[in-house]
């Protein structure tokens, strides 16, 4: 059984950092392309960025230049450095999983539960 379990939300003040984790189980992790989606309310899922598990990396347009996606295939781990933090970052961020690259930014097959980020202005 698959199991992705997200931590490392939290409140920080706009202009601050996090750094978020998602701790994979159940697969071969080394094999799966990994992803980082958010969802404030009352709004659609968005894409926040992907890493192949040749760590080719990809980011939404809103990120880019301010998050950073990165895996540590040793710890079945992948992180997202959140910088430059603005009050429109505010959403419950879901890692995801799939084996290919182009699924894991379009539809993933795994989902986490969640973790929720919020900026304060």
């Known amino acids: 059984q698959v199991q992705l379990v997200e931590s490392g939300g939290g409140l920080v003040q706009a202009g601050g950092s996090l750094r978020l984790s998602c701790a994979a189980s159940g697969l071969t992790f080394s094999t799966f392309a990994m992803g980082w989606f958010r969802q404030a309310p009352g709004k659609e899922r968005e894409f926040v960025a992907a890493v192949s598990k040749y760590g080719q990396t990809a980011y939404g347009d809103s990120v880019k230049g301010r998050f950073t996606i990165s895996r540590d295939n040793a710890k079945n781990t992948v992180y997202l450095q959140m910088n430059s933090l603005k009050p429109e970052d505010t959403a419950v961020y879901h890692c995801?999983?799939?084996?290919?690259?182009?699924?894991?930014?379009?539809?993933?097959?795994?989902w986490g539960q969640g973790t929720q980020v919020t900026v304060s202005s």
């Open positions: 995801a999983a799939s084996p290919t690259f182009l699924a894991v930014r379009t539809s993933p097959s795994q």
